[in-house]
């Protein structure tokens, strides 16, 4: 991939670009920070990770160093106060960031996007000024790593389904169960337990280092390798009051109140790695030649490279908007859903498309295609299925909304 390839820009709306800006920016549709962050954060993909995704992806590990980076630009703190150590930048600006950081490698992106989020918010929802001090300003500079435990073997999309428990003992409670398909697990320093405590959820923040704590065997996956996944075991792991988040039964409220924003940043992940993949179709149809021209001079190839062009200018306006809804607090869960499955959706479409462009070379690992094609997978699942989320906008719809 040649640097100038990378960073060609195109004059039209069309999302046609590599590390310049999106059309929204160039239509001057974004505010000067805002632009300012997709730029920084534009700039760190290519340099930092678009040279060495597809080597490190192979390992199949959390790369620290990458991961602490993108802690100093910011990206952990960003939906969190300035005296917290963030930013308290709008779920535009993280949606803006999360895009590149996906474009760039959707590994990373995934694991941080659990720190920046998922991971952390209940941390400081708890509005406990020793956890905030002790994990969620570490969390938010990448010195500490926290992550969620919410899906169990028999409990996905099922909340009512979990059956981990905490039993209150003393001035605390004694958490015992299993979780899986947690992102980060085995390098976390703290989880935000979601536990029955009789027959209401609650939520509580455990320490890794808490005795009867213990993680499991590692999942081996399709895509998004790097970012470790594993199932958690709680024997009995004793909890004081102080760490469990809110009031016992406030855990469904809390994931209500984060779900929208987790599935409208996973839409932005989604767009960046269908551009990712578009990008490099696009390169190649110019680049390869048959019968004497290059393959983007025959129809069936420009009707692909159009139909990705569409699909990413659509679902780029529709992450826009969810997110600006978002920021004005005229968002719903249904407009989130339709963000998550509409992007997911497109950019699975997207990479699909553009193996079939590359041909047998799509097949191959010498070209990052088919990491898109395996990656792209994972913003199809995490944060709730298309399946379920057209149930949530189908509710909405029925109801006159959104």
Request: aromatic share 8%; hydrophobic share 45%.
């Amino acid at each position: 991939m040649s640097a100038g390839a990378q960073g060609e820009r195109a004059a039209s709306g069309l999302p046609v670009r590599g590390a310049g800006e999106s059309a929204a920016a160039r239509f001057g549709e974004l505010t000067d920070v805002q632009a300012a962050v997709q730029r920084t954060f534009a700039d760190f993909a290519d340099r930092e990770l678009v040279p060495v995704a597809s080597r490190l992806d192979e390992k199949g590990e959390l790369d620290r160093a990458l991961f602490k980076k993108v802690g100093e630009l910011g990206f952990f703190g960003m939906r969190y106060p300035v005296e917290l150590g963030g930013s308290a930048a709008d779920t535009l600006s993280l949606c803006l960031a999360a895009e590149e950081l996906a474009r760039g490698w959707l590994s990373l992106a995934a694991g941080s996007m659990m720190q920046a989020l998922m991971g952390t918010w209940l941390v400081y929802r708890s509005g406990n000024a020793e956890l905030h001090e002790r994990l969620l300003k570490p969390a938010i500079l990448g010195e500490k790593i926290g992550t969620i435990c919410m899906t169990e073997p028999d409990a996905g999309s099922d909340l009512k389904g979990i059956t981990t428990r905490a039993d209150p003992e003393g001035d605390g409670y004694r958490i015992t169960g299993k979780k899986t398909w947690i992102t980060n697990a085995p390098v976390a320093d703290f989880f935000t337990v979601f536990a029955k405590t009789g027959k209401t959820l609650s939520t509580f923040v455990v320490e890794a280092r808490t005795e009867g704590v213990r993680v499991g065997r590692p999942i081996g996956k399709m895509g998004v390798r790097s970012s470790p996944t594993s199932e958690v075991f709680f024997d009995g792991a004793y909890v004081p009051k102080s760490q469990r988040v809110g009031d016992e039964g406030q855990g469904a409220d809390y994931l209500a109140e984060i779900l929208p924003q987790i599935r409208t940043v996973t839409g932005a992940l989604a767009l960046g790695v269908g551009r990712a993949a578009f990008d490099a179709a696009r390169r190649y149809s110019l680049e390869r030649k048959q019968f004497g021209k290059p393959i983007a001079e025959f129809q069936a190839v420009k009707l692909k490279i159009a139909a990705m062009a569409t699909e990413l200018f659509a679902t780029e306006q529709v992450v826009r908007r969810a997110a600006t809804l978002a920021d004005r607090g005229a968002s719903s869960a249904g407009v989130a859903a339709i963000c998550k499955s509409f992007a997911s959706e497109s950019a699975a479409r997207v990479c699909d498309d553009a193996a079939r462009v590359l041909a047998s070379y799509g097949y191959s690992t010498d070209y990052p295609v088919e990491r898109y094609l395996r990656d792209v997978r994972f913003t199809l699942i995490g944060g709730g299925t298309p399946e379920i989320l057209a149930l949530a906008i189908a509710r909405e719809a029925l109801e006159g909304a959104p």
